[in-house]
């Protein structure tokens, strides 16, 4: 395996990005990795090399650029704490066309790459990021042919980029893992979520007994059944999308 973290340049200055691919047997299908609230760290850059080490070429930028920061560490349980209240301050701190602007650059750097191959295109989105890889499916659809949103959260608003959208905007196909529990995404939303993928080229999984959080190996919430359920359903849905 190669990694790399590289100086990306975008519209607004320049995204610190984790990019992890095979050493041999390129190019590879490019999967753009959206990092969820807390920010870049070892255990988003594992899972990265988790998906690259299946053969592709992925891509985890850091999102909180524009305010000088790349990584947060250890945030305290206690959501009045400093540490939370400033991550929340970042998370609002973008949005869905800043992010597109991002990914716009990520998709240039990238077809400059002998490692990279640029016709099919994955994404995966965690916790807030899950708008963002729903939304690079409808925004970049020449090229985005699977996305993911993994306890996503604001996948219904009242905005015409709100993910519950995505039918009608692109072809690709999409995959919605959800948290049982999950105070960010509650069950109202999900049953909105499912209603408006009828028809389409989509999934919408509900995970019995788990929490937001549930597919990272640091959290407290870690549930390691479903944990390993969502990668056998990322890697199968890259599987049938981007090899073909």
Same mark, same amino acid.
Request: glycine share 6%; aromatic share 10%.
């Given at each position: 395996?190669?990694?790399?973290?590289?100086?990306?340049?975008?519209?607004?200055?320049?995204?610190?990005?984790?990019?992890?691919?095979?050493?041999?047997? #390129?190019?590879?299908?490019?999967?753009?990795?959206?990092?969820?609230?807390?920010?870049?760290?070892?255990?988003?850059?594992?899972?990265?090399?988790?998906?690259?080490?299946? #053969?592709?070429?992925?891509?985890?930028?850091?999102?909180?650029?524009?305010?000088?920061?790349?990584?947060? #560490?250890?945030?305290?349980?206690?959501?009045?704490a400093p540490e939370r209240k400033r991550m929340f301050q970042l998370m609002?701190?973008?949005?869905?066309?800043?992010?597109?602007?991002?990914? !716009?650059?990520?998709?240039?750097?990238?077809?400059?790459q002998p490692a990279a191959r640029l016709d099919r295109v994955g994404a995966?989105?965690?916790?807030?990021?899950? !708008?963002?890889?729903?939304?690079?499916?409808?925004?970049?659809?020449?090229?985005?042919?699977?996305?993911?949103?993994?306890?996503?959260?604001?996948?219904?608003?009242?905005?015409?980029?709100?993910?519950?959208?995505?039918?009608?905007?692109?072809?690709?196909?999409?995959?919605?893992?959800?948290?049982?529990?999950?105070?960010?995404?509650?069950?109202?939303?999900?049953?909105?979520?499912?209603?408006?993928?009828? #028809?389409?080229?989509?999934?919408?999984?509900?995970?019995?007994?788990?929490?937001?959080?549930?597919?990272?190996?640091? !959290?407290?919430?870690?549930?390691?059944?479903?944990?390993?359920?969502?990668?056998? !359903?990322?890697?199968?849905?890259?599987?049938?999308?981007?090899?073909?």
């Amino acid at each position: 395996m190669i990694d790399q973290q590289i100086e990306i340049p975008t519209k607004d200055g320049h995204t610190t990005t984790f990019i992890t691919h095979p050493e041999r047997g #390129g190019p590879h299908p490019v999967i753009l990795f959206y990092m969820d609230a807390p920010a870049i760290r070892e255990e988003l850059r594992d899972m990265a090399r988790r998906l690259g080490t299946s #053969g592709y070429y992925v891509m985890l930028p850091n999102l909180y650029y524009r305010s000088g920061v790349m990584e947060l #560490g250890p945030l305290p349980a206690d959501p009045e704490a400093p540490e939370r209240k400033r991550m929340f301050q970042l998370m609002a701190s973008i949005n869905i066309p800043m992010v597109m602007e991002d990914t !716009r650059a990520l998709l240039a750097f990238a077809s400059g790459q002998p490692a990279a191959r640029l016709d099919r295109v994955g994404a995966v989105g965690y916790c807030m990021s899950g !708008r963002y890889a729903i939304n690079a499916a409808t925004q970049f659809s020449d090229r985005v042919k699977a996305a993911a949103s993994v306890y996503g959260t604001h996948l219904v608003t009242d905005q015409p980029d709100s993910p519950h959208l995505a039918p009608g905007k692109t072809k690709a196909e999409l995959y919605f893992a959800c948290a049982e529990t999950d105070i960010y995404a509650p069950s109202e939303v999900i049953e909105q979520v499912k209603a408006s993928m009828q #028809g389409a080229n989509a999934e919408v999984e509900i995970y019995p007994g788990t929490h937001h959080g549930f597919a990272f190996p640091k !959290r407290p919430v870690y549930d390691r059944d479903a944990a390993e359920r969502h990668w056998e !359903r990322l890697l199968s849905l890259y599987r049938r999308t981007l090899w073909s």
